[in-house]
């Protein structure tokens, strides 16, 4: 499983927006921190973002007694 957390991290410099926001994320929800200064440089997305699902399960994955 380790191999598929360092491909995810991989992708954290890709030029695109979206891999790098998807990979940060994915990384977050299985409490690798690797993409965390990532997401934490994004601006707080509104409900219109592509973002907003994926942000909003990554914050509900890290509140206390989850």
């Known amino acids: 499983m380790a191999a598929a957390f360092d491909v995810l991290a991989a992708r954290l410099t890709d ?3 979206g891999v790098r926001v998807e ?3 994915r990384l977050a929800l ?3 921190p690797r993409g965390d200064d ?3 440089a994004l601006a ?3 409900e219109a973002s592509p973002y ?3 942000l909003y399960d990554v914050h509900r994955h890290r509140l206390p007694g989850r």
């Open 23 to 25: 990979a940060a994320a």
């Open 38 to 40: 990532l997401l934490e």
């Open 52 to 54: 907003y699902g994926l």
């Open 15 to 17: 030029a695109d927006e």
């Open 30 to 32: 299985r409490d690798d």
């Open 44 to 46: 707080a997305p509104d």
